[in-house]
């Protein structure tokens, strides 16, 4: 089992930074990517979440959607077992619930946007971006 507890998030401006953290507990080493999705309304809660960002949990390799390249970063901190999702220059399209997820089985980078191959989610946080 591998529990995952997030934190940050909130309101922003339109260019304005926002930071995202999950920290990651129980049987981390079993853990082999750490993935960011999105959902932005609750109509859409049946659909497949939006990927954004994940980072190899060993090795540090990154992979980012072409709607947040350059404008957000995934990194993780190894002192303890959290992974941040630096989100810069964020625009009203972002608004969306965010969750980070974690995969256990190395299917990199094939499946790794694909939210139905991730094991173990986050319980989500509002990130709205608005004037």
């Known amino acids: 089992q591998v529990q995952l507890a997030q934190s940050g998030g909130g309101l922003v401006q339109p260019g304005g930074s926002l930071r995202l953290s999950c920290a990651a507990s129980?049987?981390?080493?079993?853990?082999?990517?750490m993935g960011w999705f999105r959902q932005a309304s609750a109509a859409a809660s049946g659909l497949e979440r939006e990927?954004?960002?994940?980072?190899?949990?060993?090795?540090?390799?990154?992979l980012y959607s072409a709607s947040v390249q350059d404008r957000f970063t995934v990194s993780r901190d190894n002192t303890n077992d959290t992974v941040v999702l630096q989100m810069n220059n964020l625009k009203p399209e972002d608004t969306a619930v965010y969750y980070c997820?974690?995969?256990?089985?190395?299917?990199?980078?094939?499946?790794?946007?694909?939210?139905?191959?991730?094991?173990?989610w986050g319980q989500g946080t509002q990130v709205t971006v608005s004037s």
């Open positions: 990927f954004v960002a994940a980072i190899k949990w060993n090795g540090g390799s990154t």
């Open positions: 997820a974690a995969e256990l089985n190395p299917t990199w980078p094939k499946q790794t946007q694909r939210s139905v191959v991730y094991d173990y």
């Open positions: 129980g049987r981390t080493f079993s853990i082999h990517t």
